[in-house]
């Protein structure tokens, strides 16, 4: 079974192809998995330790990621000269990303920062141009917490900047700690800061993204891990 969908928990439906697969590939695994269980707790009052911690073991993390042809095609829309500081553009989907969007506009105040916001929908083609337009692209979790927005950015040339990993989120914990920041917001302002004046550093954190996504995040090479 390979599962893309937000959510760090099984369904009913999902909990059945647990237990009849051979593996079962997951991109929102929460840190303790027992909390795959909870939509399902009265059904697995039944089951032993023993059973419950055996299909525990059947579950391996993977990433979301990017298909390779997307990958390649956002890289050559790069640009030379990055005039945006900061850019940010989702869906208000839930508080990271409302609290997200207050300090970016107390930051806009504050600082000499060239800071877009967009708030309402636009065609993909812009969102691209204007993330490749960006020094630094903030990336707040959605649904879930992997989400396509962390590797277009990369792919575009801005840094993703994301709130720190809810969930296992494979493969992301072994980059720089620059590229996160805590979920409280405490060192939201700090990082920006840090990255804005350091071009090499954003450089070096934007090279070790890349790297970890030709490696690991690519679609061909998530199949080949599985």
């Not at 579950?59 to 990958?71: A, N, V």
């Not at 850019?87 to 990271?96: E, V």
């Not at 207050?102 to 083609?125: C, G, Y």
């Not at 979790?141 to 296992?168: I, K, Q």
Request: overall charge neutral; charged content about 25%.
């Amino acid at each position: 079974v390979v599962d893309f969908i937000d959510h760090p928990y099984l369904t009913s439906g999902d909990l059945d192809l647990l237990e009849s697969c051979q593996a079962y590939f997951k991109r929102e695994i929460p840190y303790d998995h027992f909390i795959l269980y909870h939509q399902n707790q009265q059904r697995i009052k039944s089951y032993s330790y023993e059973k419950k911690i055996a299909l525990l073991d059947k579950i391996h993390s993977i990433p979301l990621g990017i298909r390779d042809q997307k990958f390649q095609v956002l890289r050559h829309l790069r640009v030379t000269t990055q005039d945006i500081d900061v850019f940010w553009c989702g869906k208000i989907s839930n508080t990271l990303r409302i609290t997200a969007v207050k300090h970016l506009k107390a930051l806009s105040r504050q600082k000499s920062w060239n800071i877009v916001i967009m708030e309402t929908p636009v065609a993909f083609d812009d969102y691209c141009r204007m993330v490749a337009r960006s020094k630094i692209t903030v990336s707040i979790a959605g649904a879930g917490w992997d989400c396509f927005r962390h590797y277009e950015a990369a792919a575009l040339g801005s840094l993703p900047l994301m709130n720190r990993p809810t969930v296992e989120a494979v493969w992301w914990h072994d980059l720089p700690e620059e590229i996160f920041f805590e979920n409280h917001f405490s060192n939201f302002a700090t990082r920006l800061e840090t990255l804005l004046a350091d071009a090499a550093l954003r450089n070096h954190a934007l090279t070790a993204i890349e790297t970890m996504i030709q490696k690991h995040a690519l679609w061909s090479k998530i199949v080949d891990d599985i």
